[in-house]
């Protein structure tokens, strides 16, 4: 049955049917009200679960870590300065391949100081070890959440479920919550493999000469690249289960006639969709969803791409002295291909402003020179600046 809830309602009800031990995490907005969320699933005695209160995100992180070390199945979120904050213990949970999930609620990084939308915090520990998996709606952020835990205990690897804040997490939207028991079919009790345990006494994170370090490494990449598979199976399954799937790692919608694509991620997927109707008279545009970018599909990507002319990356991040970043990893994907498409590469809604729909066809008229653009800021208003910076 079809419910209106809140995002951030939505995901702590997915959370809690994922039969979590452990919660742990710091307030930071606007990922607060899941966490309130699950303390008062507690509180009413709906999720027998333990919720500790910490002192920091640095502290969520590593009561999690801690938590699935010892054998519980456990959850943190976090959002922007508290992502940066924690980013130690992300490494280690990643390199200690430990299979926890939590979920970004997507928020700009400062300075300057700044409480909206855009997806630089996740962006900042892309390299961190994690899978990420991004969602364009809350439906799609409850049925993630619930495959991530299955993606994350059977890769043992933890998975970063990153939903766009407040656009998101405090939108009201019809969701479908799934009963327990399916839940329970979908994912079964969590048995961790290396599990401490004093009866049997073995050393987790110890120093690594660099006779070993390369071979620890090279693992955690193998895991992550082979856990591809793991990421397309849980959302097909979930489809069978549910009805509902999120697109595996990545979602086309559109003619396979069009010449041109729009790549994104995150809830700018929808607006996308919105604009393409609004505005039909611009012709056939394929749009491209890309849920998983770590790992990155590259084959996927390519196998998506045969056939374009051009693909616009729009992005809600960027690398300052570089350009964009979901761009780069485009770009360097589809080279290649015998015949690659152009790729032009724009960020847009940085620090929560707003995509309007008249984004489409603004981005449809700066593909027109003949020479593509390796990145800008489409929406930026060059008159607020000093004239050195324009």
């Excluded at 630089?120 to 495959?147: F, H, K, P």
């Excluded at 049997?200 to 370090?213: A, D, I, N, R, W």
């Excluded at 015998?338 to 620090?351: E, I, Q, T, Y």
Aim: with cysteine.
């Amino acid at each position: 049955m079809l419910q209106a809830l809140e995002g951030s309602q939505a995901i702590a009800q997915a959370v809690a049917l994922c039969r979590p031990q452990v919660v742990a995490a710091y307030p930071i907005t606007p990922q607060t009200h899941i966490v309130e969320g699950l303390a008062r699933l507690i509180a009413d005695g709906k999720l027998q679960c333990e919720l500790v209160s910490v002192e920091s995100e640095f502290s969520a992180a590593s009561v999690a870590l801690g938590a699935v070390a010892a054998g519980s199945r456990a959850y943190t979120a976090s959002a922007s300065q508290g992502i940066l904050l924690m980013s130690e213990v992300l490494y280690n949970i990643a390199g200690l391949r430990v299979p926890l999930v939590m979920t970004c609620a997507n928020r700009a990084v400062s300075a300057p100081l700044s409480i909206w939308n855009d997806q630089q915090d996740s962006m900042a520990v892309r390299d961190a070890g994690w899978i990420q998996l991004y969602c364009a709606d809350n439906q799609e952020a409850v049925d993630t959440t619930i495959q991530a835990y299955r993606i994350a205990e059977r890769t043992e690897l933890p998975v970063m479920v990153c939903v766009d804040g407040f656009t998101l997490t405090h939108t009201l939207e019809p969701i479908e919550i799934p009963p327990q028991e399916q839940v329970d079919a979908f994912l079964p009790p969590f048995r961790f493999a290396r599990v401490l345990d004093p009866l049997h006494p073995v050393s987790s994170g110890t120093l690594v000469s660099p006779e070993y370090y390369t071979e620890a490494r090279h693992a955690h990449h193998q895991a992550l690249l082979r856990a591809k598979d793991e990421i397309i199976t849980a959302d097909s399954d979930w489809a069978v289960l549910t009805g509902r799937a999120s697109g595996g790692l990545l979602e086309v919608n559109g003619p396979d006639d069009a010449r041109v694509a729009i790549l994104t991620l995150g809830s700018v997927f929808g607006t996308l969709l919105d604009a393409r109707e609004e505005y039909p008279q611009l012709g056939p545009v394929k749009l491209i969803k890309l849920r998983a970018f770590r790992p990155f599909p590259v084959e996927a990507l390519q196998q998506v791409c045969v056939g374009l002319s051009d693909v616009i990356v729009l992005e809600r991040a960027l690398s300052p002295g570089s350009g964009g970043i979901v761009g780069a990893e485009v770009r360097a994907a589809l080279t290649e291909l015998s015949a690659a498409p152009r790729v032009h590469n724009f960020a847009v809604g940085l620090g929560g402003r707003d995509v309007p729909l008249d984004i489409y066809p603004r981005l449809l008229a700066a593909i027109q020179p003949a020479s593509p653009v390796r990145f800008a800021i489409l929406d930026v208003e060059l008159d607020k600046l000093p004239v050195e910076d324009r």
